[in-house]
């Protein structure tokens, strides 16, 4: 497999701060006093929701979960699976699902009704990332980061075939030199 490299910018590292720090101001203000579970939503959230959390000035407790929904290229595979489910009981608390994208919209609608079988007071959903123009379910996100192109993005947790999670910004893989994605 030829060599990937990032390519074009398209979100930098102070953009994610200080977005995250105000999406972390407006959860702080909309859970005061409530019972509030940060769940992440692995591998792709790990970055976000740590980055996040830290910024979050109330107690909250934090848990994760893992679902397969992408196989190791770049196509949604239409199938959800529970890899790793959540350590904590979520009934009675008020669940922010944290994740690095939403794409489809397929994986957190899956798992929104999975949760809300457990019991919450609510579940809502946090996402770094929004592509609204490759939705095929509807689905409210309450606090999105940034609205994205349709175009496959990698860094800052996201990946492509396990690779790029640890970049402080998140690129365009389509643009990356040698992608074989160009045309
Ligand atoms: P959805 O079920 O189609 O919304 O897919 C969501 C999941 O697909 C995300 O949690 C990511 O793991 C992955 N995904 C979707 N788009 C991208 C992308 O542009 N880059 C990296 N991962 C992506
Ligand atoms: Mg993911």
Same mark, same amino acid.
């Given at each position: 497999?030829?060599?990937?490299?990032?390519?074009?910018? &398209?979100?930098?590292?102070?953009?994610?701060?200080?977005?995250?720090?105000?999406?972390?101001?407006?959860?702080?203000?909309? %859970?005061?006093?409530?019972?509030?579970?940060?769940?992440?939503?692995? #591998?792709?959230?790990? *970055?976000?929701?740590? /980055?996040?959390?830290r910024r979050?000035?109330?107690?909250?407790?934090? /848990?994760?979960?893992?679902? @397969?929904? %992408?196989?190791?290229?770049?196509? @949604?595979?239409?199938?959800?699976?529970?890899? $790793? /489910?959540?350590?904590?009981?979520?009934?009675? #608390?008020? *669940?922010? &699902?944290?994740? /690095?994208?939403?794409?489809?919209?397929?994986?957190? $609608? %899956?798992?929104?009704?999975?949760? #809300?079988?457990?019991?919450?007071?609510?579940?809502?959903?946090?996402? &770094?990332l929004n #592509?609204?123009?490759?939705? $095929?379910?509807?689905?409210?996100?309450?606090?999105?980061?940034?609205?994205?192109?349709?175009?496959?993005?990698?860094?800052?947790? &996201?990946?492509?075939?396990?690779?790029?999670r640890q970049?402080? %910004? *998140?690129?365009?893989?389509?643009?990356?030199?040698?992608?074989?994605?160009? @045309?």
């Amino acid at each position: 497999m030829e060599e990937r490299k990032p390519g074009r910018v &398209l979100i930098g590292e102070e953009e994610l701060e200080r977005r995250t720090a105000e999406l972390a101001r407006e959860i702080t203000r909309d %859970y005061e006093g409530l019972d509030l579970v940060m769940v992440g939503v692995l #591998k792709g959230a790990f *970055v976000f929701l740590a /980055d996040l959390a830290r910024r979050v000035e109330l107690p909250l407790e934090i /848990d994760f979960v893992a679902v @397969s929904s %992408y196989g190791s290229d770049t196509e @949604s595979s239409g199938v959800v699976r529970i890899l $790793k /489910d959540l350590d904590l009981d979520i009934a009675g #608390k008020h *669940v922010l &699902l944290v994740e /690095d994208i939403v794409d489809t919209g397929l994986t957190l $609608k %899956y798992l929104v009704g999975l949760l #809300k079988e457990r019991g919450p007071a609510s579940v809502e959903i946090c996402a &770094l990332l929004n #592509k609204p123009e490759a939705r $095929k379910v509807d689905l409210e996100v309450k606090y999105s980061g940034f609205e994205v192109p349709p175009l496959f993005v990698v860094g800052y947790g &996201l990946d492509h075939a396990e690779r790029f999670r640890q970049l402080p %910004y *998140v690129g365009v893989l389509d643009e990356m030199e040698g992608s074989g994605r160009e @045309s």
